[in-house]
């Protein structure tokens, strides 16, 4: 489908991968796209693999099947880069987002041979330092959004600070801390990912 962004993530139970997509495909149905957010469901225990999808488009989504050619994978655990092929059906012309201490240089020797753009971001790090606690997937939400672009971050922001709103009334110290959180993760990537689409 032209105009339309597909992204695939990959996580264990628990790390909030399935959480994640669902909260960029609500980000991004406020912005006014289609959109589309489910998880591959398998036996779903904690740390078993699993995976979760988007799709994002200016106009309606008529594909209802897993995604198989992504624009955009998201790494959220990089021990999986030893046992899943990450890359399957990436595009060339994509982008691979790695949850890592790692820089890319180090973890593409992993990656079967693919050749296209990797970013990484330490997500934990940034997690534990704005939220206490090892919770991944809200920094690789932002990565994601960062470096895709489907959304400004001004919008993202606006929709992140409502979601959070809602579901934290009662704790605004978590607020504060989850959108810490998003704005380090994006302000991380978002450089890198300028450069790459400027060819530098």
Not at 54 to 67: A, F, G, L, M, Y
Not at 139 to 162: C, I
């Amino acid at each position: 489908m032209k105009n339309t962004l597909e992204i695939r993530w990959h996580g264990r139970g628990g790390q909030g991968a399935k959480t994640a997509a669902l909260l960029l495909a609500d980000a991004a149905f406020k912005t006014g796209s289609y959109v589309q957010g489910f998880p591959e469901y398998g036996p779903e225990r904690m740390g078993a693999p699993i995976t979760a999808y988007n799709r994002i488009s200016t106009e309606p989504i008529r594909v209802h099947s897993d995604i198989y050619y992504p624009d955009c994978v998201a790494v959220v655990d990089e021990t999986l880069l030893h046992s899943v092929r990450v890359t399957d059906g990436l595009k060339e012309n994509g982008v691979l987002l790695v949850n890592t201490r790692k820089s890319a240089e180090e973890i593409r020797p992993l990656l079967g041979g693919w050749k296209g753009k990797v970013v990484v971001i330490d997500a934990r790090k940034i997690s534990e330092e704005t939220l206490g606690k090892n919770f991944p997937n809200t920094p690789m939400l932002a990565a994601v959004t960062a470096v895709t672009g489907v959304m400004t971050r001004d919008a993202f922001f606006d929709s992140m600070k409502d979601s959070f709103q809602h579901k934290f009334a009662r704790k605004p110290e978590v607020i504060e801390g989850n959108m810490k959180a998003l704005e380090m993760a994006y302000d991380t990537v978002a450089g890198p990912a300028r450069r790459m689409a400027a060819g530098e």
